[in-house]
């Protein structure tokens, strides 16, 4: 960097104590570097996507899968309006990288023994080189089609030289991407979502180079969801660089703040705040129609206090307008498609076989989508005589208490509607 480094922001798993954080710090000490702040992985990585000079913040959650090479996170996070919340994590400490090398290391082993009759890996020395060279042939199957494999004095002074194709490799290590898989599948039940809930799939760690973990992932959710990895996405950013890359643009953002401050700002009292359980969104209801549309405004999961502003269209001839501020449930509504009918009465044999084929295919196929359901109605505001083609506007706060402030206006016009609901009651359980 051509200057000496004497404080850092520092990333840690999701799952550290504080007596690892306090090992670190005490560590970083000893080097000679003052930490900053310890902040998590999948939050790092959700940051420096969202620091990119094209990149648009906007409500979403976002799965981040940080594939090591022993060990595998995940994390759902949901992201709104810049903050970031931790919806569930799931940890396995056997998966990753070291499993892929096993599955190429057996691969070789196997045909070494078949020409030569020996075991390699009963060599410790061996057993080293056969690690360092299938990691070397790994990392050239995640940029090529094909890689070799090449170690001189493998076994009784014999050299051993062979070829590996992608599709081969991908075959051999089917069970180890079906586990990472389950793995983002696991978290995403863990934090009570379906995957059409999953905006985005951010792919870190060394790991994630593989192209066949982001395929297995593009089959496995819908096409709503963005995998942000190399094999899917030509402008993701090197999963091996996401975490640092996220702790430099923290540091560079609270590099001017003394460290008090710091420390005041990520205390557990800020830190912690109260979540919406439910979305919070509006209906739209003219004098022609009787039910409106319901738009999320405030989505679920979102930290309090919060400040949400929405422009609803109105009929284009305008008139009286009924705005209703609703809470809202996201369900998942499951059909299946019409039978395919047949244009002519009769068919060949073989045809018929066929048609009961596709048939069959047809059935097992289900359309999933997500739909809002209008829950309990929170405040309601009736705006006169909107002007034709007018839009009204709706501003919407939420208070650390839950209270609500509500301003319902026409865009351009006088005036407006204001009003307040108290903050819920808490009940004998504690929760509100």
Excluded at 173 to 183: G, M, P, Q
């Amino acid at each position: 960097m051509g200057r000496s480094v004497n404080a850092a922001v520092i990333t840690v798993p999701t799952n550290f104590s504080d007596s690892q954080k306090t090992a670190l710090e005490s560590a970083a000490k000893d080097a000679g570097i003052e930490v900053l702040q310890f902040i998590h992985e999948p939050i790092a990585a959700v940051l420096a996507y969202d620091a990119r000079p094209d990149a648009k913040v906007s409500d979403k959650i976002v799965v981040v899968a940080d594939l090591g090479g022993t060990r595998s996170d995940v994390a759902v996070v949901a992201s709104r309006g810049g903050m970031y919340s931790l919806l569930a994590t799931a940890h396995d400490y056997e998966l990753g990288g070291a499993q892929l090398d096993a599955v190429l290391i057996d691969h070789f082993v196997k045909e070494f023994i078949k020409k030569n009759k020996t075991d390699p890996r009963q060599n410790d020395r061996s057993l080293a080189k056969l690690k360092l060279e299938s990691e070397a042939t790994k990392k050239a199957l995640s940029l090529g089609a094909s890689a070799s494999f090449s170690v001189e004095s493998l076994a009784d002074g014999i050299d051993f030289t062979s070829t590996v194709n992608r599709t081969r490799y991908d075959l051999l290590a089917s069970k180890v991407f079906a586990s990472v898989t389950r793995l983002i599948e696991g978290a995403v039940q863990k934090a009570d979502l379906d995957p059409l809930d999953i905006d985005e799939i951010i792919l870190s760690g060394g790991t994630a180079h593989t192209p066949k973990i982001a395929r297995n992932l593009q089959s496995h959710f819908p096409a709503t969801t963005t995998i942000l990895a190399p094999a899917t996405t030509a402008t993701a950013i090197n999963p091996s660089e996401l975490s640092a890359r996220g702790a430099a643009i923290q540091a560079s953002l609270i590099a001017e703040f003394e460290h008090e401050d710091v420390e005041q700002s990520t205390h557990p009292m800020v830190t912690v705040t109260p979540h919406l359980a439910h979305a919070i969104g509006v209906l739209c209801i003219s004098a022609d129609e009787k039910n409106g549309v319901f738009k999320p405004l405030i989505e679920a999961e979102t930290p309090v206090p919060v400040r949400r502003t929405a422009l609803v269209a109105v009929p284009r001839d305008g008139g009286d307008v009924l705005v209703r501020l609703c809470e809202g449930e996201r369900e998942i509504k499951i059909s299946k498609p019409e039978p395919k009918t047949k244009t002519n009465g009769k068919a060949t044999v073989e045809d018929d076989n066929s048609d009961d084929e596709d048939s069959d295919d047809d059935d097992d196929e289900e359309v999933r989508e997500k739909v809002w359901r209008v829950g309990k109605v929170l405040a309601e505001a009736g705006v006169k005589g909107v002007k034709k083609g007018g839009k009204v506007e709706v501003q919407v706060s939420v208070g650390s208490d839950l209270a609500l402030q509500v301003v319902v206006r026409e865009v351009g016009g006088k005036g407006g509607v204001r009003g307040n609901v108290d903050k819920p009651g808490v009940e004998q359980n504690g929760s509100a």
